[in-house]
């Protein structure tokens, strides 16, 4: 149980292009979710926190309108990189909570690099 | 200083060996202790969690928890090479109305036949 996918693992894109990464929660309802980012050698950084029929709630220093992030769902959060640039390459990995508040599953990550 | 430090290693020991991993942490609030495992190019995954000073024994795995020093360790006994892996800790409190997840930087481990 507490399986969580994401699509796509790796994706290329054209600098001024926009991304869409997609999260689900596949065996249970997650109505928190979140993404971090992860740059190479380095841990995981909080982005943002998703609520389910509700707007994002964004870290400090991520900007709002470039990483826009939509739970229109219990088992589904989005996230879209908007214009792109390589400076937004990065591994991109999402949580949902699960039974237990503090149990965070991760999905295994999507690579994004932007040419 | 960072909430939680963990050293990032790099930690090369040869299998079998008893392996020790460490964090330390600053922020009393945190109350759920966690450690992930994370291989290459891969989304971490949860390997234990906590939530008292003392000690959880899971296979060859044991999490350690000392709130009075704020420090927490993860032991794994006889090592095997498919243990290589970055390993995490990661802490959990109620922040801004969610239980969040702060992280340590993680530690690179190798274990090597």
């Known amino acids: 149980g507490a399986v969580v996918s994401q699509h796509p693992s790796w994706v290329i894109c054209k600098s001024g292009t926009s991304v869409k990464i997609e999260c689900r929660s596949l065996?249970?309802?997650?109505?928190?979710m979140f993404w971090y980012r992860q740059f190479p050698k380095q841990s995981l950084m909080l982005m943002a926190t998703?609520?389910?029929?509700?707007?994002?709630?964004?870290e400090q220093g991520v900007e709002k309108d470039k990483f826009l992030i939509n739970h229109a769902s219990l088992t589904l959060s989005t996230l879209t990189v908007t214009s792109a640039h390589p400076e937004d390459s990065s591994f991109y990995i999402c949580s949902a909570i699960g039974q237990r508040a503090y149990e965070q599953y991760f999905g295994p990550g999507t690579r994004l690099t932007v040419t | 200083q960072k909430e939680v430090e963990q050293d990032p290693g790099p930690l090369s020991v040869p299998e079998g060996a008893i392996v020790s991993l460490n964090c330390t942490y600053s922020?009393?609030?945190?109350?759920?202790f966690m450690w992930y495992r994370q291989y290459s190019r891969k989304g971490p995954e949860l390997l234990m969690y906590t939530y008292s000073s003392g000690n959880k024994e899971d296979g060859r795995f044991t999490a350690q928890v000392d709130k009075s020093s704020k420090y927490i360790s993860l032991f794994i006994r006889d090592s095997q090479p498919s243990d290589s892996a970055t390993y995490l800790c990661a802490m959990s409190a109620l922040l801004q109305g969610a239980q969040k997840l702060v992280f340590g930087q993680g530690t690179r481990l190798t274990i090597n036949p």
């Open positions: 065996d249970f309802q997650a109505t928190t």
């Open positions: 998703s609520n389910e029929g509700s707007k994002a709630t964004y």
């Open positions: 922020n009393s609030a945190f109350q759920y």
